[in-house]
């Protein structure tokens, strides 16, 4: 049995039988899979801030639901102060840190934090709701 070959670029090949065609389709599987490959982390291209942003965010949205709120501020500012520059996870362990102030009753430490993300994301319908929310407890009807 032959199957039509749709490369061009084999000049005078008109037909390549079953077990020609398989061994062409292998060779390119594998090509693409050792391109792959040669990345870091065997075609990882995560970075260790990501692990480590990814793992804290959790950590400190679990420690707000028991709630240990100390030690969701504790951790969200140690995060914050090491990733804080970050253009991806910066602004979310911030919005964090904010909320976490708040729910540890320090609203005036967690204004700044919560203006700073409700300005650089205003699309991001949490964090305006905590900053209102950190505004009437401050008594702050309005801006």
């Given amino acids: 049995m032959f199957l039509e070959c749709p490369l061009n670029w084999f000049k005078g090949v008109k037909m390549l039988d079953k077990r020609h065609h398989s061994l062409l389709v292998a060779s390119v599987v594998l090509f ?58 910066g602004w979310q362990l911030e919005g964090r840190l904010g909320l976490a102030l708040m729910l540890n009753d320090q609203p005036e430490a967690a204004l700044p934090h919560l203006e700073n993300v409700a300005r650089d994301h205003p699309r991001e319908a949490a964090h305006h709701r905590n900053l209102g929310a950190v505004l009437l407890k401050l008594n702050r009807r309005g801006r």
């Fill in 32 to 89: 693409c899979l050792s391109i792959l490959m040669s990345y870091p982390a065997g075609g990882s291209i995560r970075s260790e801030a990501h692990a480590t942003a990814q793992q804290g965010m959790a950590t400190i949205d679990s420690l707000l639901q028991v709630p240990a709120t100390e030690q969701a501020v504790k951790t969200a500012n140690r995060l914050w102060q090491a990733l804080g520059d970050d253009p991806i996870y």
